[in-house]
Structure formats: C-alpha cells, structure tokens
C-alpha cells in the first residue's frame, strides 16, 4: 500500500530564488535620502533640463537620429517618468512614515521633560513657601533688640531695688 504524501508536513522546501534579506534601517535611509533629493531645487532644475533636451532632441532632428520620435508622442519618455513616479511615491511616503515615527517620539520625550519641569517647578515652590513660612517665624533685629533692652531694664531696676 502506498503512504500518502499529504499525511505529513514538508521538512523543507526549496525555494527557487533565495531570499533576500533587506536591512530595514539602512533601506529607510536611502528612502529618506531619495526624497530629501527630490525635493530640492537643484533636481527640478536637473530634471527640467533633461527634459528640455530630451524633446528638443526628439523634435528638432531628423528621424533617423531621434531615439524617441515625436510621432509616437514621447513613448519613451512617458515610460521612464511613470517609473520615477511609481518609485518616488512609495520612498517619500516611506520617510515621511520614518519622520512622522521620530516626531512621535520626539513628542513624548518633551511631554515626559515638560511634566519633570513641571514637578521641579511645583517642588520649588513649596520649597520658597516653606522658606517664607519659617522666615516668618524667626526673630527679627529689631525684636531681639527689643526683647535685650527689656531684660537690660529688668535688671537695671532689680539692682536698684537691691
């Protein structure tokens, strides 16, 4: 009698391609460093160049020289943008995921900080009321003075009777 393969689980299968291990930190970076290049100046200004010169190029000389003519309205060119969209959209959002997790954190580490400044604040504060309730409470220049001159006169007239 022959054993039924599906009675028992695999030990292992092979996979036909091996699997890629991506090291999420270091990817995040290059995701943040792709949009932060995105959003300069200096790339619109690069990609507005490229572009200038990619329909000028494809316009203006003969046919036999364009690479992407005009009369199939810029295939090519079409192509290689929608790429760079399908691609930029996911990293921008993947840093701006990246930069709202380190705002969210940066968020408790200042509310944890205002509540201790806070709780500094309040301990100060009774600790001056305190400060002022015992101050109160000591005997000023002037009533020690007072307090030395009776019992000096006390003892003036106590010898006197004497």
Do not use: C, H
Not at 59 to 76: H, I, M, V, Y
Not at 94 to 104: P, T
Not at 141 to 146: A, C
């Amino acid at each position: 009698m022959a054993k039924n393969t599906l009675d028992a689980p695999l030990r292992s299968r092979q996979r036909f391609v091996t699997k890629i291990s991506i090291d999420r930190e270091q990817f995040g970076r290059a995701s943040e460093a792709f949009a932060r290049a995105m959003g300069t100046g200096a790339f619109l200004i690069g990609m507005t160049i490229v572009v200038a010169i990619w329909l000028t190029w494809n316009t203006l000389l003969p046919e036999n020289a364009q690479f992407d003519p005009r009369a199939t309205n810029f295939t090519l060119l079409t192509l290689i943008l929608s790429m760079q969209a399908s691609y930029a959209a996911p990293l921008i959002l993947l840093a701006q995921n990246r930069q709202d997790d380190r705002d969210r954190v940066q968020f408790e580490q200042d509310r944890q900080r205002a509540e201790r400044n806070l709780a500094d604040t309040e301990y100060l504060a009774r600790e001056v009321v305190a400060l002022r309730l015992a101050m109160e409470e000591l005997a000023t220049k002037d009533f020690v003075r007072d307090e030395l001159r009776d019992l000096l006169k006390e003892i003036l007239d106590e010898r006197k009777r004497d």
